[in-house]
């Protein structure tokens, strides 16, 4: 099973793309986690597809096709997902569409709601793409109210707790990814 890693944060410290990190580390041994680098697309711009898509359009889809299941990793801004975040399912879902029929589970390190509103606003976005959410077990982390250990400089989640519900967040979804790969 391979699962790629989109991180909506392009912060250097960010516990958004330490949460992937920690996803990917953490992933049982049968797992491939791939953590995608979106900070090099450029804005989504019909103009920019023809004759052909910019090679990092076209290298970020690559990365994306090869995917059993996505892991985004989504932090909130406005109540609401990155722009970055934004237009990587947006580039993703222009013809052809590789997020279509993609199972997807999500984890969030924001501010008082713990990026509940970012995931809800994921979950619009992956209509049009057909993808697939796995809306349970939630995973949201409160990052300014000190209930979540992470390193300030580097991004990294140190909290054991929270490694842990990573972890089994991973394997939740690669029991749900299964449900919808092909014999």
């Known amino acids: 099973m391979r699962i790629v890693g989109i991180s909506g944060s392009l912060r250097r410290a960010s516990a958004n793309s330490g949460l992937l990190r920690v996803a990917k580390e953490l992933s049982p041994p049968d797992v491939e986690f791939v953590i995608a680098d979106i900070s090099k697309l450029p804005l989504l711009n019909q103009d920019l597809e023809k004759p052909s898509p910019p090679k990092e359009v076209v290298a970020f889809k690559d990365i994306v096709a090869t995917a059993d299941a996505i892991f985004f990793a989504v932090p909130e801004y406005n109540f609401s997902i990155s722009a970055a975040l934004k237009n990587a399912i947006d580039w993703a879902s222009r013809p052809p569409?590789?997020?279509?029929?993609?199972?997807?589970?999500?984890?969030?390190?924001?501010?008082?709601?713990?990026?509940?509103?970012?995931?809800?606003?994921?979950?619009?976005?992956?209509?049009?793409?057909?993808?697939?959410?796995?809306?349970?077990?939630?995973?949201?982390?409160?990052?300014?109210?000190?209930?979540?250990?992470?390193?300030?400089?580097?991004?990294?989640?140190t909290d054991e707790k929270a490694r842990e519900r990573i972890k089994a967040q991973v394997e939740a979804l690669v029991t749900f990814a299964k449900k919808f790969q092909k014999p």
């Open 97 to 157: 569409n590789v997020l279509d029929n993609m199972p997807f589970t999500m984890g969030s390190c924001a501010g008082m709601a713990g990026g509940a509103h970012a995931q809800m606003a994921v979950r619009n976005a992956a209509v049009f793409p057909n993808m697939h959410a796995m809306n349970k077990p939630p995973l949201y982390f409160k990052l300014f109210d000190g209930s979540l250990s992470w390193d300030h400089e580097t991004g990294d989640i």
